[in-house]
């Protein structure tokens, strides 16, 4: 890295002034660097000095297809001169339309009714609610409560902290939250001697249908990110725990929510993580990078009979959720570029080798004496750091984060987790440099730390 510039400098003492940067204690950035971005080109980021840092973490699991993605760019240019935004209220246009369309045509249009939103956590709040009101609309106003699984993230609004099981992002707003049920996650880390991932999903979902035997009156939805729970510390489970919790949700008449706002989008290996598991869920929730990591974009997608519910004369049955950028023209046309790339270059087959050939080069972390529970789903990568001392372990993710700056890696551990999910289109070298550079990172990381 070069040393940096006067102006430089300027630009983060003036963004420390006035930006009050997300999940972050602010503090903490007297003593960790606060990176200046200046462009971004393919997969990786450029700061003001010429600096270079490979996005290994996709900017928050958003961008699949790179920075300045030419494609992209050119569909929002074009919807630019067209309309950038009309309500959604009484009105309607044509990328809203088309988007709704084709990612019905991946449910094979089991989920054929798309709502539009600008965020992750507001499609959660919106497919609690859709669940809710459902119910109260078919004479079952007794169902209320909703379950989500131990260690779950669904997003940091009130409404989806309630179904959020993470202490330090909740435990502060307490008095305000509504609480979920939290039952038994099917992280396979929590496999016992001579268990296997499908044994886990077992226990999970007998702990699963013991609350559903107590509570199904009074249940109205269960929510779940299905294969990983990606801010528990990629916790990944089998996907036969999705296959028995959609029988058990049938079987006590409770619906079930996918948030598919990380692992969809092709990260998992599939489109929808529910593919795998050969299931289609009553509500799906996608973000992140269903707009290529271009611009704010929510989808709750549904099903006929619960659509039909709100279906009525009278506006009280209707479902009166709103935002002024519902449905934002260049939003879903940057999502329309995306599936255009994901049709155009068999991307799913393409991630596929390239996964093949990260496994190989990250193949050394199987051995390292500090490393456990090395894994996969899809494109995402993730190994724990074993670190006997409470403080260091409490500072890692900090350590690590600026020891890969370094390496030109941008990285953001979850605690003493290290994950990678870079964009789709690492070249066969950029993947090499990637494991290289992680390795070179942990092992510096680690010995600073001794």
Not at 93 to 118: K, N
Not at 144 to 159: D, K, M, R
Request: net charge negative.
């Amino acid at each position: 890295m070069k040393s940096s510039t006067p102006a430089t400098d300027d630009w983060v003492a003036r963004s420390l002034r006035a930006v009050w940067h997300p999940c972050t204690q602010m503090k903490h950035h007297e003593r960790m660097p606060l990176v200046p971005i200046a462009r971004g080109e393919g997969a990786w980021l450029y700061d003001h000095d010429g600096n270079r840092y490979l996005d290994a973490i996709s900017s928050w699991w958003v961008n699949l297809f790179g920075h300045a993605n030419p494609s992209i760019n050119a569909a929002l240019k074009d919807q630019l001169d067209t309309l950038e935004h009309a309500m959604l209220a009484g009105c309607t246009h044509e990328p809203a339309v088309l988007l709704a369309e084709r990612l019905g045509a991946l449910t094979q249009h089991t989920l054929g009714h798309a709502f539009f939103a600008s965020d992750g956590a507001s499609a959660v709040e919106i497919a609690l609610k859709m669940s809710f009101h459902f119910w109260r609309n078919s004479g079952h106003s007794e169902k209320q409560e909703f379950v989500c699984l131990a260690n779950s993230y669904h997003g940091e609004t009130i409404g989806a902290l309630g179904v959020t099981d993470v202490a330090l992002f909740k435990d502060a707003y307490d008095p305000l939250i509504r609480h979920a049920h939290v039952v038994t996650s099917p992280d396979a880390r929590n496999a016992l001697q001579g268990e296997t991932a499908h044994d886990v999903a077992q226990r999970a979902l007998a702990d699963m249908r013991a609350l559903f035997a107590a509570r199904a009156p009074h249940l109205a939805a269960v929510i779940v990110e299905p294969l990983v729970q990606c801010a528990a510390g990629m916790a990944m489970h089998d996907p036969s725990y999705l296959t028995g919790l959609r029988a058990l949700c049938d079987e006590f008449g409770v619906h079930l929510i996918a948030d598919e706002i990380a692992v969809g989008c092709g990260r998992s290996g599939t489109f929808f993580a529910c593919e795998q598991a050969g299931i289609w869920p009553d509500f799906v929730c996608l973000s992140k990078g269903i707009s290529g990591g271009y611009l704010p974009l929510s989808i709750v997608m549904t099903r006929d009979e619960i659509y039909a519910a709100f279906y009525d004369d009278d506006m009280t049955r209707g479902f009166l959720h709103s935002h002024s950028y519902t449905g934002n023209p260049l939003a879903c046309r940057a999502a329309l570029a995306t599936l255009d790339l994901f049709d155009s270059a068999n991307v799913l087959e393409g991630n596929r080798r390239k996964s093949a050939l990260l496994r190989d080069a990250l193949s050394p972390l199987g051995t390292h004496a500090q490393v456990k529970n090395l894994r996969e789903r899809g494109t995402i990568f993730a190994f724990d750091v074993a670190l006997e001392d409470a403080s260091k372990a409490r500072t890692f993710s900090r350590r690590f984060f600026k020891t890969a700056l370094k390496h030109e890696l941008l990285m953001r551990p979850i605690g003493t987790t290290v994950y990678l999910m870079p964009p789709y289109i690492l070249s066969d070298n950029e993947l090499a440099l990637l494991a290289e550079r992680t390795l070179k990172t942990l092992d510096q990381t680690l010995a600073e730390a001794a």
